[in-house]
């Protein structure tokens, strides 16, 4: 063997390619020993076996139509899939050319680049994609990408079907327009001032939006997150929205209903006060103007009837005492640490029978629970303002009053025979409208039964904060 083939040998054995050569049989007549490592055989084990023993059946057809090209002539670059001896796949390159004697087909020359690797990652690619796509499209949140172009552009690269549903737009009308081509004029300023937060700081920036879509006005909290390329520098913007149009709409409703409590708590203060000064204007004041009269008359009597209207005077003033005694106990916050809450209730009705008498009946049944003192306020508070609409609405004489303790539910009923009222009519005043307030805020029911001429019940469950063993 002269050198120059010895030179060919030693190429063709140490080649990082593999190389193999059919005949016109289609039989392996030569292969060098990188082409049995890759396949996983000894070179014995594949000369002089059909090509089509190291292939998928269903490639058969592929690799025909390909040794027809080279029987043409035709030289040709193509990935091939062989099957190795354990099973597995051998992706590869392959650069097939023919072999002529005399213008006779004699078979095909291929160097064999293995490129398995690279075909697993390929693969494991195509799947990650998949999964983010499927990610992507299945967020409830709208996503979009945008990719920066120079001049300060805005260009969407893609939007997700949250994002369609979330706006109205389809894919058409975003994906390839420039941001000043997809969002509403007033939406703009804002959008571009954020966008550039994020280039300009390489950091996510929040925001709130609100802006006219086809699908209707949304409020939506966004997220800008800059994305660099491999020299460092922010390409892309990742945007996600999550509408709070809804919320915003409930913020709005709560607003609007604290503040009709506002002003409810406002109107009651003032009625309270125009309460006092009547109060204090026809009752105390006349009073204290008869004992003025009647102590102005002695010096103008005789010394033997002063003391008649000294005792008149006496009484105006007594009576002037207990007006406003009564007065200051509506008024003053009544605290459990010093009477009961048996005592106060009973103080308390005490004190409304001084303005007008009324047959009572009270009744404690099983009702102790020391460890309440908000609740027990709350239930004082409920019953003063009871009583003070049955004092000014009811023309009642007789009043039921109960409180009872069933399990862990405080159990509290009034009742009064007075006139009643139609429930469904409009109401001037709010002290119903409190009461059920009050009951609602410890989480108890309220409930009213009444009509015109059958007096006035009402009933109301509380539970106890802290359960009894």
């Given at each position: 063997m002269d050198q120059s083939q010895q030179i060919y040998r030693l190429i063709v054995e140490t080649a990082r390619e593999g190389i193999w050569i059919i005949d016109e049989q289609n039989n392996v007549s030569f292969l060098n020993q990188r082409m049995a490592e890759m396949l996983g055989y000894s070179i014995n084990e594949i000369m002089n076996k059909p090509i089509f023993d190291f292939l998928d059946h269903d490639l058969k057809e592929q690799a025909i139509d390909n040794i027809r090209r080279s029987k043409n002539g035709e030289v040709k670059q193509h990935e091939f899939m062989f099957r190795k001896k354990d099973g597995g796949p051998l992706w590869s390159l392959l650069k097939t050319n023919p072999l002529f004697?005399?213008?006779?087909?004699?078979?095909?020359?291929?160097?064999?680049?293995?490129?398995?690797?690279?075909?697993?990652?390929?693969?494991?690619?195509?799947?990650?994609?998949?999964?983010?796509?499927?990610?992507?499209?299945?967020?409830?949140?709208?996503?979009?990408?945008?990719?920066?172009?120079?001049?300060?552009?805005?260009?969407?690269?893609?939007?997700?079907?949250?994002?369609?549903?979330?706006?109205?737009?389809?894919?058409?009308?975003?994906?390839?327009?420039?941001?000043?081509?997809?969002?509403?004029?007033?939406?703009?300023?804002?959008?571009?001032?954020?966008?550039?937060?994020?280039?300009?700081?390489?950091?996510?920036?929040?925001?709130?939006?609100?802006?006219?879509f086809p699908a209707g006005e949304r409020v939506s909290e966004i997220r800008v997150i800059p994305v660099k390329n491999n020299a460092g520098l922010v390409t892309k913007l990742v945007c996600m929205g999550n509408d709070i149009t809804g919320r915003t709409v409930a913020e709005e409703q709560n607003r609007l209903h604290e503040m009709q409590i506002a002003k409810a708590i406002i109107n009651t203060q003032e009625q309270e006060r125009m309460q006092i000064g009547l109060e204090l204007h026809d009752n105390v004041n006349q009073i204290l103007c008869g004992a003025l009269l009647s102590l102005g008359i002695i010096k103008e009597l005789p010394a033997k009837r002063s003391p008649e209207f000294v005792n008149k005077a006496k009484d105006y003033i007594s009576n002037a005492i207990k007006e406003i005694r009564s007065l200051s106990h509506r008024l003053s916050p009544v605290s459990f640490d010093s009477i009961s809450f048996k005592v106060a209730v009973e103080d308390l009705i005490d004190a409304v029978n001084i303005l007008s008498p009324y047959t009572v009946s009270l009744e404690f049944d099983n009702f102790d629970f020391a460890d309440e003192t908000d609740l027990k306020l709350n239930l004082y508070r409920i019953l003063q303002e009871q009583l003070n609409n049955i004092t000014k609405y009811s023309e009642a004489d007789r009043l039921e009053i109960h409180f009872s303790l069933v399990g862990n539910t405080v159990k509290f009923r009034i009742y009064d025979n007075g006139k009643g009222f139609d429930i469904n009519a409009e109401r001037k005043g709010i002290g119903i409208n409190n009461i059920k307030m009050r009951t609602e805020s410890f989480g108890g029911k309220f409930s009213l039964n009444t009509s015109p001429g059958n007096g006035c019940e009402i009933i109301i469950l509380i539970p106890l904060k802290n359960k009894r063993v």
């Amino acid at each position: 063997m002269d050198q120059s083939q010895q030179i060919y040998r030693l190429i063709v054995e140490t080649a990082r390619e593999g190389i193999w050569i059919i005949d016109e049989q289609n039989n392996v007549s030569f292969l060098n020993q990188r082409m049995a490592e890759m396949l996983g055989y000894s070179i014995n084990e594949i000369m002089n076996k059909p090509i089509f023993d190291f292939l998928d059946h269903d490639l058969k057809e592929q690799a025909i139509d390909n040794i027809r090209r080279s029987k043409n002539g035709e030289v040709k670059q193509h990935e091939f899939m062989f099957r190795k001896k354990d099973g597995g796949p051998l992706w590869s390159l392959l650069k097939t050319n023919p072999l002529f004697e005399n213008g006779i087909y004699k078979g095909s020359l291929a160097m064999v680049t293995d490129i398995t690797q690279r075909k697993k990652s390929e693969s494991e690619l195509i799947a990650h994609e998949q999964q983010l796509n499927l990610i992507y499209n299945s967020a409830t949140d709208a996503m979009w990408l945008i990719d920066i172009e120079p001049g300060k552009k805005y260009r969407f690269e893609s939007v997700n079907k949250s994002f369609k549903m979330f706006t109205g737009y389809t894919e058409e009308q975003v994906v390839g327009n420039l941001l000043e081509n997809v969002l509403p004029p007033r939406a703009r300023e804002l959008v571009r001032t954020n966008y550039a937060h994020a280039i300009e700081t390489s950091e996510p920036v929040d925001y709130i939006e609100k802006a006219p879509f086809p699908a209707g006005e949304r409020v939506s909290e966004i997220r800008v997150i800059p994305v660099k390329n491999n020299a460092g520098l922010v390409t892309k913007l990742v945007c996600m929205g999550n509408d709070i149009t809804g919320r915003t709409v409930a913020e709005e409703q709560n607003r609007l209903h604290e503040m009709q409590i506002a002003k409810a708590i406002i109107n009651t203060q003032e009625q309270e006060r125009m309460q006092i000064g009547l109060e204090l204007h026809d009752n105390v004041n006349q009073i204290l103007c008869g004992a003025l009269l009647s102590l102005g008359i002695i010096k103008e009597l005789p010394a033997k009837r002063s003391p008649e209207f000294v005792n008149k005077a006496k009484d105006y003033i007594s009576n002037a005492i207990k007006e406003i005694r009564s007065l200051s106990h509506r008024l003053s916050p009544v605290s459990f640490d010093s009477i009961s809450f048996k005592v106060a209730v009973e103080d308390l009705i005490d004190a409304v029978n001084i303005l007008s008498p009324y047959t009572v009946s009270l009744e404690f049944d099983n009702f102790d629970f020391a460890d309440e003192t908000d609740l027990k306020l709350n239930l004082y508070r409920i019953l003063q303002e009871q009583l003070n609409n049955i004092t000014k609405y009811s023309e009642a004489d007789r009043l039921e009053i109960h409180f009872s303790l069933v399990g862990n539910t405080v159990k509290f009923r009034i009742y009064d025979n007075g006139k009643g009222f139609d429930i469904n009519a409009e109401r001037k005043g709010i002290g119903i409208n409190n009461i059920k307030m009050r009951t609602e805020s410890f989480g108890g029911k309220f409930s009213l039964n009444t009509s015109p001429g059958n007096g006035c019940e009402i009933i109301i469950l509380i539970p106890l904060k802290n359960k009894r063993v």
